[in-house]
């Protein structure tokens, strides 16, 4: 696993240029600065990918050329972000932000699609090929650093263990309160999905043994990780830490009952149950993507603690320079297609659809008890038995209506590439995955 340095790419005469780093650039916030404390728009965002081992995925579901134009158009311009770090990027996505004006006024970026390596499994294949084994995609991790935040800020690639694609991360310096010079990291990656979180944990271990011990990171006064680190169940207690700070709950009101906090969210989603298997279950929420930070350079003892990290707390305010969430939330987490979703909601012919599901539900089920109930209930009693069970069954299909209508549809998705009861375009989300933006203040 090596550190590998990364050109950061500018727009200048009419093409993506790489930028010579300056070393005695810094952070120049005209525009944010109060008093003398200004404040970092930060956002992450999974965009899913278009192609999946070589192939289109799932075109007739999600729809890619029209969600990439939202993202692009309405979605990350709409953030006014200084850093935003996306996941699942392929040439695609990256060849539309190449040509797209804001992005070429006010941002660097980490890679392009002429000359660029990390969304090219470092091989120069092409988005989304497959590895020389077979088993990869070529999809990455990408970041986004406004001109004015930053004066050619220095970029690197890290593998970690299991994982083809590599870890974006930047440095730059930033002037605090007083005036001095002060590093600032930045870290955009995607971790491993899978239930296992072994695999995840050696991964944790690398980043933060990278981030403690490699002397390129050295006296950082604030280091964010930022990304779709995939943590699932009850992974928040298995990795709690005192030094970093996971920004979402320091957010104001981010306690709250009513406040969304799922970023992977199959009750506000209603793209998700077509594409994964886990969707199919209605309540499957996830915090899934994450932006957190540690102010000020601990010791390596200290650092070398990511495998077991994440409950908040205090101590990385008392460490030098002062770091407060002063806001933040979800976005891209509404449909591309408003009007058409709400209709689809409302629309008789998903009434129809819904009332049909009930009724194989039920009859599917209830000939799946006969099997189970006719040989140790009296005859005279399985009639009634049966009605109750139809009855049951019935109602949990109310419940669960939607969670119904959406698994018979997913399977025509998937056996027949048509679904009876939508146009794709009524459940068409910007991703998966809701993103989250937060603005950090820095003394």
Not at 222 to 231: A, E, K, P, Q
Not at 238 to 254: C, H, K, T
Not at 324 to 353: E, K, Q
Request: glycine fraction near 6%.
């Amino acid at each position: 696993m090596k550190l590998t340095a990364l050109p950061t790419w500018e727009w200048a005469n009419e093409e993506w240029r790489p930028v010579e780093a300056d070393s005695g650039s810094h952070l120049v916030l005209p525009s944010i600065l109060e008093g003398k404390r200004f404040r970092l728009r930060l956002a992450t965002f999974n965009v899913m990918m278009d192609i999946y081992k070589g192939v289109p995925y799932l075109p007739h579901v999600v729809l890619s050329e029209e969600r990439y134009t939202h993202i692009v158009n309405h979605t990350l311009p709409e953030l006014h972000a200084d850093v935003i770090g996306l996941n699942e990027v392929t040439t695609t996505l990256l060849s539309i932000l190449e040509k797209t004006e804001w992005v070429r006024s006010a941002y660097y970026l980490s890679d392009t699609t002429k000359n660029g390596t990390t969304l090219r499994g470092g091989a120069g294949r092409k988005s989304g090929e497959l590895d020389s084994k077979g088993g990869g995609h070529c999809f990455g991790n990408l970041l986004l650093i406004r001109k004015n935040v930053a004066r050619c800020p220095t970029m690197f690639a890290y593998k970690l263990p299991s994982l083809s694609r590599e870890v974006i991360l930047c440095s730059m310096q930033c002037t605090n309160s007083t005036g001095s010079l002060q590093k600032v990291i930045v870290c955009a990656t995607h971790l491993t999905a899978s239930w296992k979180t072994a695999c995840r944990s050696r991964q944790y271990n690398a980043l933060d043994s990278l981030l403690g011990k490699d002397p390129t990171f050295e006296n950082s006064a604030l280091t964010v990780i930022m990304g779709d680190l995939n943590f699932c169940l009850r992974e928040d207690e298995l990795i709690p830490s005192s030094i970093w700070r996971d920004a979402w709950v320091e957010i104001p009101g981010s306690n709250s009952e009513k406040a969304p906090w799922a970023t992977w969210d199959v009750r506000r989603n209603s793209m998700i149950p077509h594409l994964w298997l886990l969707g199919f279950f209605p309540r499957a929420r996830r915090r899934l993507d994450r932006i957190m930070f540690l102010s000020d350079e601990p010791n390596a003892e200290e650092k070398g603690e990511l495998a077991t990290l994440l409950s908040a707390d205090d101590e990385g305010s008392k460490r030098g320079i002062n770091v407060t969430v002063v806001g933040g939330g979800l976005f891209a987490d509404a449909p591309v297609y408003p009007s058409l979703h709400d209709s689809y909601i409302r629309s008789p012919r998903r009434r129809i659809g819904l009332l049909a599901c009930r009724t194989m539900a039920a009859m599917i089920i209830s000939l799946l008890l006969w099997g189970a109930i006719y040989k140790i209930i009296p005859a005279e009693w399985i009639s009634i038995v049966l009605s109750g069970c139809v009855a049951l069954v019935l109602l949990l299909c109310v419940r669960l209506e939607w969670w119904i209508l959406l698994l018979l549809g997913s399977a025509c998705d998937y056996l027949c590439g048509v679904n009876l009861f939508r146009d794709p375009r009524a459940i068409l989300f910007p991703s998966d995955h809701f993103g989250v933006k937060m603005e950090i203040e820095i003394d």
